[in-house]
């Protein structure tokens, strides 16, 4: 038989363990929490999530993302730039308490150096309700579940791989045939 002082102990311990548990405190449990490769932010009146820009050739990607409002009326994602990235032009809407899924149009094109998978780059969304979100986007190869994403046109590509070429290869080719020729001839 338990003695009263054990019985109050139960008691006590079965009256206070939902407060020692995690409920109630802001644990991870209470917060919104997406397991995903993209990256979310909630803080505007236009929620940005599962942002991640999609890439088949280095230096131009697609950014694929869910933009989501808040509010009772419609909003346009009016451009998409960051740091060295450029976009066309960008002209999304956004419905009242609706969505828009960006990786089902590829409708924002982007080109830069620093797009290329396994990167991270800081992008600004700016909205025409005023609303400009700047976050960390993940960049992801066209493979596995991205590869149906539609990515731009490799027409851009081309113009700007040969000013690439074409700078370097002036240099490295008459430097490389007039020292070598002169070279050989003498030595033989």
Do not use: W
């Not at 997406?34 to 088949?56: C, E, H, K």
């Not at 797009?115 to 700047?134: K, R």
């Not at 994403?149 to 080719?173: E, F, I, N």
């Amino acid at each position: 038989m338990k003695s009263p002082i054990q019985r109050r102990v139960a008691i006590a311990a079965l009256l206070l363990a939902p407060l020692l548990t995690a409920c109630g405190f802001s644990e991870q449990t209470d917060q919104v929490y997406q397991p995903a490769v993209g990256s979310n932010d909630r803080s505007g009146s236009v929620d940005i999530l599962d942002a991640v820009i999609v890439t088949g050739t280095d230096g131009s990607g697609t950014f694929a993302g869910t933009l989501v409002s808040k509010e009772s009326k419609a909003d346009h994602l009016d451009s998409v730039s960051g740091p060295g990235i450029t976009s066309g032009r960008v002209n999304v809407e956004v419905p009242a308490y609706g969505t828009a899924l960006l990786a089902d149009t590829g409708a924002v094109s982007l080109e830069g150096s620093d797009i290329t998978p396994g990167n991270i780059v800081d992008l600004t969304f700016s909205f025409a309700s005023g609303q400009t979100t700047t976050m960390k986007v993940p960049v992801v190869a066209a493979s596995g579940d991205f590869t149906g994403v539609p990515l731009p046109s490799p027409s851009a590509s081309p113009t700007r791989l040969p000013s690439k070429k074409s700078s370097s290869s002036p240099s490295s080719s008459p430097s490389s045939s007039t020292s070598s020729s002169p070279t050989a001839s003498p030595t033989s």
